[in-house]
Every structure is written in C-alpha cells, then in structure tokens.
C-alpha cells in the first residue's frame, strides 16, 4: 500500500510540474493573440522613414527589373534568342520558384494554423495546402482555356483572310490568267500555314505572361502591406533588402516573358507600369492601416493565410510549367549541352540566393 501510494504521489508530482511548465507556454499564446499588450517600444519615426524609403527603393528595383529584357534591341546579347537571355530567365524563374514554397507556402500554413484562430476548423485541417493545390488547379484551368480560346480566334481569323483573297483573286480572274489567280491563293495559303505555329507560339506567352502578373500581383499587395503596417525598425531593414532583391529579379522574369510575347509598346509600358506600383500601393496602404492593423486579429490571419495560399499556388505552376518546363523543353537548349549546363545551374542559383533571404525576410 505504501509504494502504491508513493506511485500516486510521484504521478501527480510529474503531472504537476508538467502542468506548471506549460502555463508560460500558454500565457505566451495567449500574449501573442492580443492586440497591443506589454510590447516594447518602437521608433516609429525610424520605421516611417524606412518604409517610406521602401517604397522608392522597391519602385525603382521594380521598374528596373521590369525593364532589363526589353534592352535586347539595343544590347543584342539580352535579346530573347541569346543563351544570356535563357540563362537570366531561368535565374529569375528559380527566384519566384523559392519565392512560392519558402517564403510565401510557410508563411500560409503559419497564419492558417495559429493558435490564435481557436474557433472553427482551423486547427483541424490544412487549409494552405488545400488553397495552394485548388490555386495551381484554376491556374491550370485559366492557362489552357485562354490558350484555345486565343488560339482557335487567331485561326478563324486566318481563315476569313484566306477566304478573302481567294474571292479578290476570283474577281479578277477575267483580267488574269487563272494559273496566276491559284497560285497567289496557294502563296497565301501557305503564308497562313506556316504563320500558324509562330502565332500559336506568341498566344502562349502572351497568357503565359498575363497569368504571372496576376499571380505576382495577389502576393505582392500582401507582403507591401506586411511592411507597412510594421513598425518596427528592427524589422523593417532586412525586409526592405529582401524584397527589393526579390522584385528586381521578378521583374525580369515578368519582363522576359512580356518580351517574348510581342505586346505593343502601350500594353508592355502599363503590365511594367502595373508591376512596379503593386508592391508600393501595399506598402502605402500598410502606413494607412498601421494605427489599426492587426496582425493577430482572426480575421487578418485568414485573409492573409488564403490569399498567401492562393498566390504561393500560382507562382508554384507559373514558375513550373509556363517558365521552367517551357524553356527547358525548348528545342534550342534541347540541342544545346552548354546551355542547358547555364540554364540549370542559373535556376539552382536563383532558388538559393532566394532560399537564403528567408534567414532575414
């Protein structure tokens, strides 16, 4: 009986101190859920002025990114055709490559999975993955959908232009010989013809490189308002390195694509112009909502672990199949041992540079 009730004793001693040394554990939960509490106190006038310092520094990065692959008419080497131009864009590609699984996918399965959403099926399930999957999914969807659609309008309207000049070459048949008439329909036919694999080639990159904006754009609004509603200096700095590196490289990988796509000159100055201001915009409406702004509220977790999710989603499919996949099983680096050595060693570069920014942003 006594070494029965020493066992009780020393059982409800070990479940006493376990108890005891999880209430810090708890209490820190709970702290970390408040709005305010005891936190220490930050410059922020120091922030300010670093934020506002971001958004010029991540405009002109941006812009500049942006703006690189369409310097190939007047630096031939960084015109879509060159190896530079493949390896830069792989390079680039890896950027937004690690951008999705190690900056943006954690950051998702961290606010979706807080301790601070205690109510409703949060906790329970993940959610992130589940948005991230259902996000490549509808990319994949939107991808494919407005490739046929573009493409079966490009060749109904080869067609009309077909039909057109077999009927201009029929009225004029009484003044020509008719020999002449077939053949100026077989050499427009076949200028059709052989037209239509370069037009099918310009539809894809063309949604390939309205696609990747879209995706960039969701998450750039968010990690914009993310440092804007920081106020803390201490914070702030590394962010603004990091995503300054970030969006110069992404810019390059969008304005390769915007390149290759052949937009005119009105459309490829507002998709630049529209990607420099995104990241900015957010960073001025994170200084707006930072006397309010929340981060731990449940409403800001969920919002910003969806739309995180969803982003992370559609980087990870653009960066694979619209970037990667689509140069790499392109015939010129196919048949090319060199080059395909600088493209893999280019992604494998830009993936770790990008990978090892997370040790600060």
């Known amino acids: 009986m006594a070494a029965a009730a020493s066992l009780k004793l020393a059982a409800l001693g070990l479940l006493l101190v376990a108890a005891v040394s999880s209430l810090p554990l708890l209490a820190r939960a709970e702290c970390e859920c408040e709005a305010g509490g005891e936190e220490e106190e930050q410059d922020k006038a120091g922030s300010l002025r670093l934020r506002i310092i971001a958004v010029f520094c991540i405009l002109v990065a941006s812009a500049a990114g942006c703006a690189i692959p369409s310097l190939g008419r007047r630096f031939p080497a960084l015109s879509p055709d060159r190896d530079l131009f493949f390896g830069v864009k792989a390079f680039a590609a890896g950027v937004i490559l690690a951008t999705s699984f190690v900056h943006i996918l954690p950051e998702a399965f961290e606010r979706l999975g807080s301790p601070c959403l205690v109510s409703g099926p949060w906790q329970k399930f993940p959610f992130a993955g589940l948005v991230a999957m259902l996000a490549a999914i509808a990319t994949l969807v939107v991808d494919t959908i407005a490739t046929g659609y573009f493409q079966r309008a490009a060749h109904a309207k080869k067609a009309a232009a077909v039909v057109g000049a077999d009927d201009v070459e029929a009225t004029h048949a009484h003044h020509a010989h008719v020999g002449h008439s077939h053949g100026v329909s077989a050499v427009v036919a076949s200028s059709a013809a052989g037209a239509d694999d370069g037009g099918a080639q310009l539809i894809r990159q063309r949604v390939i490189s309205q696609v990747l904006e879209l995706g960039i754009i969701v998450h750039s609004v ?22 300054t590196f970030h969006q110069f490289f992404e810019g390059i990988g969008l304005g390769g694509c915007i390149v290759q796509a052949k937009f005119r000159l009105k459309s490829v100055l507002l998709m630049a112009l529209f990607f420099s201001l995104t990241t900015p915009v957010g960073v001025v409406i994170g200084i707006g909502i930072s006397s309010v702004y929340d981060e731990n509220s449940p409403n800001t977790l969920i919002i910003q672990g969806i739309l995180s999710a969803a982003a992370a989603g559609i980087l990870n499919y ?5 970037l990667l996949a689509e140069d790499f099983m392109n015939p010129r680096v196919q048949g090319n041992g060199r080059l395909q050595v600088i493209v893999n060693l280019s992604l494998l570069l830009g993936t770790a540079l990008m990978s090892m920014l997370a040790i600060w942003a």
Do not use: N
Request: proline share 4%; charged share 5%; hydrophobic share 60%.
């Open 222 to 243: 968010i990690i914009g308002m993310s440092l804007g509603a920081s106020q803390s200096a201490s914070t702030i700095r590394p962010l603004v390195v990091a995503l």
């Open 318 to 322: 653009m960066a694979l199949v619209d």
